[in-house]
């Protein structure tokens, strides 16, 4: 039915462990001559099957969509798209009248590697970060509109910058099923413009609801900084928390009009808020000690293991200058969402500088992402997100 690509001898071991690739290097050799995003048969050096998925070029040669023997069809992807949209609805966050915004599907983590969906309202925005969901992502769409019942109603496909451009792909942005010009979406009650067209990633990062939540349950009375604050999502909910006084900035200016669009959708008129285009680190050297509630909310350091030192160096440096500034008595939401960032990796380098600052700290909370991500348990490196929440005497 499909190819067939065979295994050198032992190198189904991970497999056997359900971990979803293959790498190029296990391969022995390939019957046919696939297209990248075909989908091949794995087999054993024996010819024994033990999964089917896509075919790519590159390190990772196939990201395994099923190690049952199965055709890769219409029930396929539905099946897979019910179980992703009915664990949504069972943790609360889908058909939910006081939330919209959610991750339908996250890759490895729901079975599907290489795909991301995030909803927002009745749009669902995909993202492929392989060339097999590019080649299906007709059926995929179709699969999310069947299963979701009329709750998302549009799709928009987003994937010119997350898909190998040596593949030719040509792949364009916009809407592949229904169309809306409606970008608001409603997250825990509160309001966010989600800009899909041209913002980061999906258009929002919907990873820290929970941590948002937790954020405004510390903020009453506080003078918070949002650093890196991109759509203003923590500044908000401080604000709704009850801080005293709320400073989003971002190296973006165009971050920065989102910021203030988002808090005229939820506090319109109100002066508790200022929003500042500017660069972190010069930020931080500037400003004086009037915080003490601080969000360090990081892009990605680092993307590969080869730049992990620098990240570590730069965690410690941006943490360092907080400890440095933050009012005693002061609370720090920290994070990092590079993957090749493990836990210890980071806390050590929060540790560093804590040490640095000469400050007692102490850990409040250990945060992660939350349940609309899920982490397949064969694979651990779907776990990217990490967090600490410190008390700093």
């Known amino acids: 039915m499909y190819k067939k690509l065979f295994l050198r001898k032992g190198k189904e071991e991970s497999l056997k462990r359900f971990h979803p690739w293959v790498f190029s290097g296990a391969i022995h050799h390939i019957e046919g001559d696939p297209e990248e995003g075909e989908i091949v048969d794995v087999l054993t050096s024996e010819g024994e099957f033990i999964a089917v998925g896509h075919w790519q070029i590159g390190s990772i040669a196939v990201r395994v969509l099923s190690f049952e023997k199965r055709d890769i069809d219409t029930s396929f992807w539905e099946e897979r798209l019910r179980v992703a949209y009915e664990l949504r609805c069972a943790i609360g966050v889908a058909r939910n009248p006081i939330n919209n915004t959610y991750r339908l599907v996250h890759g490895e983590g729901d079975g599907l590697p290489g795909l991301i969906v995030d909803v927002y309202g009745k749009t669902a925005v995909m993202q492929a970060h392989s060339v097999g969901m590019h080649v299906n992502r007709n059926d995929v769409a179709d699969a999310i509109l069947k299963v979701t019942e009329g709750t998302v109603e549009n799709i928009y496909y987003k994937s010119e910058t997350t898909l190998p451009f040596k593949a030719n792909l040509g792949p364009e942005n916009g809407f592949i ?198 982490i397949n348990i064969y694979h651990p490196e779907g776990e990217y997100l990490k967090g600490l929440v410190l008390y700093v005497e």
């Open 177 to 374: 099923r229904g169309g809306s010009p409606e970008n608001i979406a409603v997250e825990n009650g509160l309001k966010f413009h989600i800009d899909w067209l041209k913002g980061q990633k999906t258009g929002f990062f919907v990873d820290q609801r929970e941590n948002r939540l937790l954020l405004e349950h510390y903020a009453k009375d506080r003078s918070l900084l949002n650093m890196f604050c991109y759509t203003g999502g923590f500044s908000v909910y401080g604000m709704r928390g009850g801080a005293r006084l709320v400073h989003s900035v971002d190296s973006s200016a165009k971050a920065v009009d989102l910021v203030n669009q988002n808090m005229a959708l939820n506090f319109p008129g109100d002066t508790r808020h200022q929003a500042f285009a500017e660069d972190a680190f010069k930020y931080l050297d500037a400003m004086g000690d009037q915080y003490d509630l601080i969000i360090l909310d990081p892009p990605a350091f680092a993307k590969h293991k080869d730049s992990l030192r620098q990240a570590l160096k730069g965690y410690t440096r941006l943490n360092a200058k907080a400890f440095e500034k933050i009012k005693p008595g002061g609370i720090l939401f920290t994070f990092s969402c590079s993957q090749v960032v493990t836990k210890d990796n980071f806390r050590m380098a929060v540790f560093t500088a804590a040490a640095q600052s000469g400050r007692r700290v102490r850990i409040l909370h250990q945060l992660h992402q939350p349940a609309d991500h899920p």
